[in-house]
């Protein structure tokens, strides 16, 4: 099975500043697709950036975007301007594109936003 | 809009007993269906996922198993529950298609085995 490594337990960040997620993945697989998560206290799974392996152009989504390092098997979160409502748990996740669609999640960072 | 259901929410069981725990979508048809555990302080596990009606795999070999009796619903269910088996169960869904993106979560069950 694929692995999806997140080296960072827990980041934290000072309001407005901006804070990097690093997440690294194995596969031998040349075609898939990468995810990050965030699961705020509610607990509730939300979709913050996908990248397509596919594509060299690093997805930007608002104040979120990747840095995608294929040959690397890199794929990290980087958030600008960093806001109270960032503050949660952070999933780096990998999905093969065949039969099932199997997602594989990394175990996660805690973000913590200081005012 | 696809929405997806989960119940119940919290669930305090003793050990030895039978779980049994229930997903279901909403607004969309033959979904891939997901069932993952987050144990405290860990990232998300997967357990089942199911590509229709009566086809399960199953990730983790264990005390746990899954049906999906109809196209929309899908069960975690055990016949006598570990202390292990506590944690947090998250339905998920998605697009049955490879150029499919992500999934769609439930609002999760929180199960403590006593």
């Known amino acids: 099975a694929q692995t999806v490594t997140q080296s960072q337990p827990e980041m934290s960040v000072q309001e407005a500043e901006t804070v990097t997620l690093s997440c690294t993945y194995d596969t031998s697989e040349s075609d898939y697709y990468l995810f990050w998560y965030k699961q705020p206290p509610s607990r509730q799974m939300i979709l913050v950036i996908r990248q397509e392996a596919y594509k060299q152009q690093n997805a930007t989504e608002n104040r979120f975007s990747v840095n995608f390092q294929k040959a690397a098997k890199s794929f990290s979160l980087k958030i600008s301007d960093s806001q109270l409502g960032d503050a949660a748990m952070y999933f780096c996740a990998y999905r093969r594109p065949y039969t099932g669609n199997q997602f594989y999640f990394g175990t996660g960072t805690s973000l913590t936003v200081i005012p | 809009s696809q929405t997806i259901h989960q119940w119940p929410a919290t669930l305090v069981q003793p050990v030895g007993s039978p779980l049994s725990l229930e997903c279901t979508v909403e607004?969309?048809?033959?979904?891939?269906l997901y069932w993952y555990r987050q144990a405290a302080g860990r990232g998300l596990q997967l357990l089942f996922y199911s590509v229709g009606i009566g086809q399960i795999s199953s990730e983790v070999p264990q005390n746990l198993s899954a049906s999906r009796p109809q196209d929309r619903q899908f069960i975690l269910s055990s016949k006598k529950l570990l202390l292990s088996d506590s944690g947090f169960y998250l339905c998920a869904w998605s697009v049955a298609d490879r150029v499919s993106y992500e999934q769609y979560f439930g609002p999760g069950t929180r199960l403590t085995v006593t």
């Open positions: 607004g969309t048809s033959n979904p891939n």
